[in-house]
């Protein structure tokens, strides 16, 4: 990002001067003295127009220069390489006049015990921010909100600096502290730009690297430091100040970007590999990570990743979902050019990029933003809609246009600035409805007396279509896990316009059913043919994410039951079903070699179950070997994702044996190719078995086998291609295993 620059089409900056700075005129006594009531105001930080009050004004006989440097022994003003002191009126001000006619270029030179330092005077420049700017702010419609709001590293009137605004409408003042002050916010009051509730500094000198914090005085007297709710950095948790940066990073990825939207996601592969960033490889770097994972994840057939955590957060054992920098990737891992790099070296690699994105709620820490001008703004007055009863956060008010249009510019932001291919909403369910996880009483119905949130209805509507018009090829996807009609539909036609909704029915069903015993699956058998009811009603994923491998839920190959050999091939036989049933995947890291041990953020993967020297691990590279076959296959079998939305594309071969524990369908693509899918689910092998299947395929071949010996099987496979009879195919079922017949002469590539 190059500094923006704001010049005036005159250039007002003094001239550098060179040697000793000569004595100027004597200044004609003291300014005007201050009313009691500003001097007062301006120096316990709850001033809203300190440019009033300090820099240069014009006064009977002359021009008044004042100015506020608590700690210095001295000020000066230096107009045309002359210096003049101005006297001190106590708590670092410093006032006097010059007999000027108009008010003239100047600096101020300040003396501290350890020296001087010439600097440009904040208060005589005009506001940075512009008129369109704000109406768009009081609007809430700036698309590109971290453009306007936020630390803004810019040339303006000529002078190099930053430009500091902030949102805090309730706020009596708003003060600029950082390193640069020692902390003390004293020196830097900023100025409230009318009705918008935004406050504007420009300071010239600050630059790039500066740690900062706003120092608000609430409307009830309150003074405290808040973190910028804009910050595009942030330093390294637990520290919490915000950081002022400059991106330089030049991307290498516009091919990706150019065919991104050639093919709509939900008719294109689409298989994906869920990591959390920290702990994948435990100690990395972003740019250390862009060496290894997008090898990792091409050589496995995952055609995108979904990264977590990647907005800032203070506690990591959150996972990411309890963001204190909406707009900052965690410092972690490096700074945001470095996560920048890691997104183009995937992107280069052909792999998308999809973030967890957490717009429900935001944590209660009183650094950020909570109550953050001292009274409720990001999160509702009422507090009975203001606090999560789930995860003791606060939820943002999303009736109030400013806080929608933080949050819907932050969509935009990641998918503008960072080349983010995705967004996987977290906690859909509990924005869209007034009584989630509330009881009677605690909650207040809509104004038609429904349990229905409009306002957050409203927002995901705007989120959405906003996103998919400025950002095309994005796709986002609802963690949504109710009925709600409409997820996936458009705006346009009433839906909340999203891409893909988790299918959480279809995971929650199929875990049920595959953590039973063989012997009492027959019970369960509607647990994993009923998602075909509605399998039409939304564009799905299928989702076996990291919530479902924590917290006592135990790690995929450990739900399943039976010895060792029975647990993986359950494994194997369960990912090879979810990969053919229509919807899209999505596997969590770690699962794709039978790790048997629970995610634990501070240790990752279990990485050295696929060291050749531990006996077992054949074992767990025969399980990742398969998952590699599967995505081949998968991206090379259109008819297992060309159709996920249309009925046209399924058909039950065997739904209903549930004796024998057998699922059988065919898929197809737009040309009419069918595969068929074949899960035996049961411990025995099951010879000569029928299913009928049709004449219109001459003759079927294996093109995947979740039993074969490389994989860890028993290899009980079919040897050649297998021809039907009166329309029925007679063959041999593996045990706990899935089998992929493909028409013979068409295999997918391996």
Known sequence: MALRDTSLPEDTSPPEPSGPLPSGPRPRGSAPPLDAADRERLLSGSHHDPHALLGAHPVPGGIAFRALRPWADAVGVVVDGMQTALVSEGDGLFTGVLPLDAIPAYTLLVSYPGGE??????????????????????????????????????I??????????????????????GDFTFWDGTAFPMRS???????????????????????????HGGRFLKADPMARRTEVPPATASVVTVSRYEWNDEEWLAHRADVPVHEAPFSVYEIHLPSWRPGLTYRQLAEKLPAYVRDLGFTHV??????????????????????????????????????????????????????????????????????PLYEPGDSRRAEHPDWGTYEFDLGRTEVRNFLVA????????????GLRVDAVASMLYLDYSRDSGQWSPNVFGGREDLAAVAFLQEMNATVYRRAPGVVTIAEESTAWDGVTRPTDSGGLGFGLKWNMGWMHDSLEYIQ???????????????????????????????????HGKQALVSKMP????????????????????????????????????EWSEAQGPEWWLLDPAYEAEADHRGVRDLVRDLNTVYRGAPALWQ???????????????????????LRFDAAGTPLLSVSNLSPVVRHDYGLHVGDDVPAWQEALNTDAARYGGGDITLPGPVLPEDGRLRLTLPPLATIWLTPAGRRPPM
């Not at 005589?124 to 009081?138: T, Y």
């Not at 930053?162 to 003060?175: D, E, L």
């Not at 009811?533 to 994410?545: F, H, Q, T």
Request: include cysteine; charge should be negative.
């Open 516 to 550: 039973k015993e063989p012997v009492h699956r027959k019970y369960h058998h509607d647990e994993m043919t009923f998602s075909m009811v509605y399998a039409y009603s939304e564009n799905y994923v299928l989702p076996i994410s990291h919530d479902e491998v924590v």
């Open 562 to 597: 039976g010895d060792w050999w029975q647990r993986r091939a359950n494994h194997r036989a369960y990912l090879a079903f979810m990969w053919a049933h229509p919807g899209k995947q999505l596997l969590f890291m770690g699962q794709e070699f039978a790790q048997g041990a």
């Open 306 to 375: 979904e990264l977590m955590p990647v907005a800032e957060h203070p506690f990591g054992g959150s996972w990411g979902y309890q963001i204190t920098g909406f707009y900052a990737p965690t410092a972690r891992l490096g700074d945001p050019d470095d996560f920048k790099y890691l997104v183009d070296a995937l992107h280069r690699a052909g792999i998308g990029v999809i973030m967890d994105w957490v717009p429900a709620h935001f944590p209660k820490d009183d650094w950020a933003l909570a109550r953050f001008d001292g009274d």
């Open 117 to 154: 330092h010439e600097v440009h005077d904040p208060y005589r420049f005009l506001p940075a921010l512009g008129e369109l700017d704000l109406h768009l702010v009081g609007e809430g419609r700036h698309e590109q909100l971290w453009k306007a709001l936020g630390a803004e590293p810019m």
């Open 156 to 177: 303006h009137q000529g002078v190099t600096g930053t430009r500091f605004t902030v949102w805090a409408p309730n706020a009596q003042g708003v003060r600029v502290a």
């Open 410 to 421: 932050n969509a935009v932001y990641w998918c503008e600035e960072f080349h983010i291919d």
């Open 643 to 665: 159709r996920d939305t249309d009925p046209g594309g399924f058909r039950w071969v065997v739904g209903d044996a549930a004796e024998d524990n057998v699922f059988a369908f």
């Open 193 to 219: 730009l009318g009705s918008s509730g935004v406050w504007e500094l420009f300071l010239p000198g600050v630059g790039e690297g500066a740690r900062y914090k706003f120092e608000i005085t609430s409307r």
